[in-house]
């Protein structure tokens, strides 16, 4: 099944609810897409912080970045 076949599938399913259970369905959906931007959000920052302890990570002045991108 395709992911639009799903969608739509979706989409018809909540054509039948009710105001209010759209409003609690979409609050739902806002808490759930939070969680996983935090979660992503949680996973760069880990992966940072294990470049950095591994000397992976350029440090300087704005400058010194700037001169070491255009190389």
């Known amino acids: 099944m395709t992911s639009v076949s799903r969608l739509?599938?979706?989409l018809e399913s909540i054509e039948d609810l009710l105001v209010d259970e759209l409003e609690t369905l979409i609050d739902l959906i806002r808490h759930r897409l939070a969680e996983r931007r935090r979660s992503a959000i949680a996973a760069n920052i880990a992966q940072a912080q294990v470049e950095?302890?591994?000397?992976?990570?350029?440090?300087?002045?704005?400058?010194?970045?700037?001169d070491e991108l255009s190389k």
Request: proline letters at 0%; a positive charge; hydrophobic letters at 40%.
């Open 8 to 10: 739509d599938q979706v």
């Open 52 to 66: 950095y302890q591994a000397g992976k990570v350029f440090r300087g002045t704005v400058t010194q970045i700037m």
